[in-house]
């Protein structure tokens, strides 16, 4: 039996796609590397087994603060070697972020193979790092083989969860026929995103849409609608269902979210998170822009009567979205 280390933490974009893949690998040893109180601890937990270490990302401009943050990060290469000769470890994945930096690092001192998965069009520059050290680095597009010259490259795609593949029944009140429209920050929610949409909601509701909006946990202004046809809810935990069923998505261009409205077909109106590392949310939006799958829209520029009258004049005249190819 191959023995599998599965190394992604953090947000859906990291975590969704790492167990994709590891659904898919039925008859492999899996032992998950993550870390405290992130998303994985409530996906994974009860799966695989979870180890953790506490590495974080260089964020900071506190000098005494990245030193601390360098001093994890090689105390975490010696956790990990530790784990990988332990346990027996004959091939690595990761997903990306700063959990990858240590694993691929003490994977490469013991000559075992590490997949690394890039699904953004822009590399990261922990990825752009990272697979000179790694056996072969997967990508989410195509084209972003042209900013890894040095590397080994295959292209993949993004992994995407199985239930997005079978027709799924979604468990909210909503009539056959009305327009649905569903609103996505990511897996942390989009607090910017919220207050537009919320400035929004009722003018669409008054031309017969219905509107579920995810929030996410860190939004104080939950309850401040109140209509039969607007449905707030943190996350939804069948988000097949949701995107299968929309008409219309509004979202953050996270390449996770990209791959699951391509793969329902659902049109979308992004609205990249503008501090995204080297802008990448904006490159993967504009991939879909292109392509005619979705509008783009950038967030300082954004404003609440624009984005009320696109809305509108999609719920009016869907048949606009499919002269748009998407």
Same mark, same amino acid.
Not at 83 to 91: A, Q, R, Y
Not at 148 to 177: M, V
């Given at each position: ?25 039925? +008859? ?44 994890? *990060? ?39 193979? @590490? ?13 752009? *790092?990272?697979?000179?050290? $790694? ?44 327009? *649905? ?9 989009? @607090?910017?995103?919220? +207050?537009?949409?919320?400035? $929004? ?9 219905? @509107?579920?909006?995810?929030?996410? +946990? &860190? ?18 935990? +069948?988000? =097949? ?5 929309? &008409? ?10 990209? =791959? ?32 005619? =799958?979705?509008? $783009? ?30």
């Amino acid at each position: 039996m191959i023995r599998l280390l599965i190394a992604a933490s953090g947000t859906g974009g990291h975590v969704f796609p790492a167990l994709a893949v590891a659904k898919k690998l039925p +008859n492999y040893d899996v032992h998950w590397l993550g870390t405290s109180n992130r998303l994985e601890q409530s996906l994974v937990n009860d799966l695989y087994p979870l180890h953790t270490i506490p590495v974080e990302g260089f964020q900071t401009r506190s000098i005494l603060k990245n030193i601390k943050i360098l001093f994890r *990060l090689l105390q975490s290469v010696f956790w990990i070697r530790k784990l990988l000769k332990e346990k027996k470890i004959d091939v690595i994945f990761t997903t990306g972020g700063y959990i990858s930096g240590a694993v691929t690092l003490a994977a490469y001192i013991l000559g075992i193979p @590490v997949i690394l998965h890039e699904s953004n069009y822009i590399p990261g520059k922990t990825t752009k *790092l990272l697979s000179y050290f $790694c056996h072969v680095t997967a990508l989410g597009f195509k084209e972003t083989e042209k900013y890894l010259p040095w590397a080994t490259t295959t292209y993949l795609g993004t992994p995407i969860r199985e239930q997005f593949s079978i027709s799924q029944y979604l468990d909210l009140n909503i009539p056959e026929k009305a327009f *649905l429209i569903i609103v996505i920050g990511g897996s942390q929610g989009a @607090v910017s995103i919220n +207050n537009l949409v919320r400035q $929004c909601a009722l003018d669409w509701i008054n031309s017969g849409a219905y @509107v579920v909006h995810l929030t996410g +946990n &860190n939004d104080t202004k939950v309850k401040t609608i109140n209509h039969t046809q607007y449905i707030t809810l943190p996350f939804h935990s +069948n988000m =097949a269902a949701l995107l299968q069923r929309a &008409n219309l998505a509004i979202s953050r261009a996270g390449s996770g979210t990209l =791959a699951e409205l391509a793969a329902t077909h659902t049109p979308a109106i992004l609205i990249p998170y503008p501090f995204a590392a080297e802008n990448h949310q904006f490159y993967n939006a504009d991939f879909f822009v292109k392509a005619k =799958a979705a509008y $783009c829209y950038e967030q300082k520029k954004l404003t609440r009567e624009q984005l009320k009258i696109a809305v509108l004049d999609l719920i009016k005249d869907p048949t606009k979205l499919k002269r748009n190819g998407i």
